[in-house]
Each structure stands twice: as C-alpha cells, then as structure tokens.
C-alpha cells in the first residue's frame, strides 16, 4: 500500500487523534497531528514507516530520536497518504 518517497498526513498518533496537552512537552509527538511528510523507509513486520515531517522537530520542541533528522517511525494506521 505504501511506497518510499509517497506523501502522507499524520491523521493519529498511538490512536490519538487530536494533540494532548499533559505529556512530556519534548515528547508529545501528538502535536504532528495534521502534519505532513515523506515515507523513507518501510517496515512491514512492525507495520511501522519511517516519516521525514515536513516540519523542523526542534522547532516544536520535540527530541529527534532517529539519525535522520525531522524523522519518526510511525505506525501504518496513524498515518494517511495523499493522493
């Protein structure tokens, strides 16, 4: 379904769908809630995609967890692609 370099939305994250106040502020990834990215790498035995967000992760004070920058591993069902 999905292909390296496709565009998608973050729709969720952990099935959260609306960005949560009362988490670690440098780790409440909810906040990419609506934000958009590419797909770089794929792993379909977790159902896990790498996403580089179009964002600047330090800008919203968020920790940067991956040797790429701007990327996370996000599962499938929390993203959407665009068409």
Same mark, same amino acid.
């Given at each position: 379904m999905y292909q390296i370099n496709d565009r998608v939305v973050l729709k969720s994250f952990l099935g959260i769908k609306k960005p949560e106040s009362g988490?670690?502020?440098n780790e409440n990834y909810?906040?990419?809630i609506?934000?958009?990215?590419a797909i770089l790498d794929l792993n379909k035995r977790e159902k896990k995609i790498?996403?580089?967000f179009d964002d600047n992760l330090d800008d919203?004070?968020?920790i940067n967890h991956n040797? #790429?920058?701007n990327?996370?591993? #996000?599962?499938?069902?929390? #993203?959407k692609k665009i068409v």
């Open positions: 988490n670690r502020d909810s906040l990419l609506g934000k958009y990215g790498l996403i580089l919203l004070n968020l040797k #790429i920058k990327s996370l591993w #996000i599962y499938e069902s929390d #993203i």
